[in-house]
């Protein structure tokens, strides 16, 4: 479902929504990753769980579970590296795995994710719904 909403993703949902939101370009400066824009990152996307939980929904981000675990790793020694694409691919896909509705909001960044790619591949391949806020691209 192309330009999809929040309140229509609340009308479709039955269970786990999966959040799909970009992470690994956009937490990085210039190649290396960086606090500041990991934060804007993980706040982007964490208004969009806040707006479906506005609705009623029940979505997780998986990304933003990503950004805090990079944010404590000044606290945790043996934590993953924030940018290990594989690392989080597979991390992640338990959880995709459970998620009865894909949403991917229209956060900047969200086209060129790869992460998000494999996402919507994934979804599709096991007829699991898709919401995308943004038009047709």
Do not use: F
Not at 30 to 56: K, P
Not at 96 to 117: F, N, S, Y
């Amino acid at each position: 479902t192309l330009a999809s909403s929040p309140d229509r993703v609340r009308r479709h949902a039955v269970g786990m929504v999966y959040l799909a939101a970009p992470y690994q370009l956009e937490s990085q400066i210039r190649g290396v990753w960086r606090i500041e824009a990991s934060v804007r990152a993980s706040t982007l996307a964490s208004a969009e769980v806040a707006r479906l939980a506005g609705c009623g929904v029940t979505a997780v981000a998986p990304n933003v579970m990503r950004a805090e675990i990079a944010h404590a790793g000044v606290l945790v020694e043996d934590s993953p590296d924030p940018l290990d694409a594989a690392y989080w691919a597979e991390w992640s896909l338990p959880i995709l795995r459970l998620a009865k509705l894909l949403v991917i909001p229209a956060i900047a960044g969200w086209d060129r994710c790869p992460l998000i790619w494999r996402d919507l591949r994934h979804a599709l391949a096991h007829n699991v719904p898709v919401h995308v806020y943004a038009g047709p691209v």
